[in-house]
């Protein structure tokens, strides 16, 4: 299996900035797609970016234009570039890994990273 380990996380004014890292421990890491969620209690998951073994990046409507996912597979770390942060985003972010490769099926996540934005 892969364990991930996310840090990062912290208390940020509003307009402030956040990177989190997403860590892995084997090298398997670089062939899995990779995505960050949150999630606020009582509500459900919420995905807010990807990004696939192959380098491609997608995002979430409410984080398109400030969140950058970026990954160094030598590092084996996936990071979530935050800027602009709003009170909104407010969360527990967690990273996921998943995909096959070397005939395992990898679905692992990290035990995440708390995120508050506030003045």
């Known amino acids: 299996q892969v364990q991930l380990v996310e840090s990062g996380g912290g208390l940020v004014q509003p307009g402030g900035s956040l990177r989190l890292s997403c860590a892995a421990s084997?090298?398997?890491?670089?062939?899995?797609?990779v995505r960050w969620f949150r999630q606020v209690p009582g509500k459900q998951r919420e995905m807010v970016a990807v990004?696939?073994?192959?380098?491609?990046?997608n995002y979430a409507d409410s984080t398109k234009g400030r969140f950058t996912i970026s990954r160094d597979n030598a590092k084996n770390t996936v990071y979530l570039q935050m800027n602009g942060l709003k009170p909104e985003d407010t969360a527990v972010y967690y990273c996921?890994?998943?995909?096959?490769?070397?005939?395992?099926?990898?679905?692992?996540w990290g035990q995440g990273t708390q995120v508050t934005v506030s003045s």
């Open positions: 990004i696939t073994r192959s380098g491609s990046t």
């Open positions: 084997r090298s398997i890491f670089s062939a899995l797609r």
């Open positions: 996921n890994a998943d995909g096959v490769a070397g005939g395992y099926d990898y679905d692992t």
